[in-house]
């Protein structure tokens, strides 16, 4: 699906066709989310310093956890299963 060398450390790759945001907090620490708002159910389109934006309402939410950080989001972002073959990310 993705390379980790191509998620950048302390932040992350959203990854339209799979509908997946995948997030690499730290070095080696890899997560990976639905894209969906858990608000609207619009798809977030952003990683800034503050978080994964959905661009609809203003919903950030934390790159590690995908808990809400701010704006009306009730729950956070639901997370999806992978894992790391060598060093591709690959949704299980």
């Given at each position: 699906?993705?390379?980790?060398?191509?998620?950048?450390?302390?932040?992350?790759?959203?990854?339209?066709?799979?509908?997946?945001?995948?997030?690499?907090?730290?070095?080696?620490?890899?997560?990976?989310?639905?894209?969906?708002?858990?608000?609207?159910?619009?798809?977030?389109?952003?990683?800034s310093?503050?978080?994964?934006?959905?661009?609809?309402?203003?919903?950030?939410?934390?790159?590690?956890?995908?808990?809400?950080?701010?704006?009306?989001?009730?729950?956070?972002?639901?997370?999806?299963?992978?894992?790391?073959?060598?060093?591709?990310?690959?949704l299980?």
């Amino acid at each position: 699906m993705v390379s980790t060398a191509d998620v950048p450390v302390g932040s992350g790759v959203i990854i339209a066709s799979d509908r997946v945001v995948v997030t690499q907090p730290t070095e080696g620490d890899v997560h990976v989310f639905t894209t969906t708002c858990t608000h609207s159910g619009c798809a977030v389109t952003q990683i800034s310093a503050d978080g994964i934006v959905c661009p609809c309402h203003g919903s950030v939410f934390d790159i590690t956890t995908g808990d809400v950080l701010g704006g009306p989001a009730p729950s956070p972002l639901p997370t999806i299963d992978f894992e790391v073959d060598g060093d591709q990310v690959v949704l299980s």
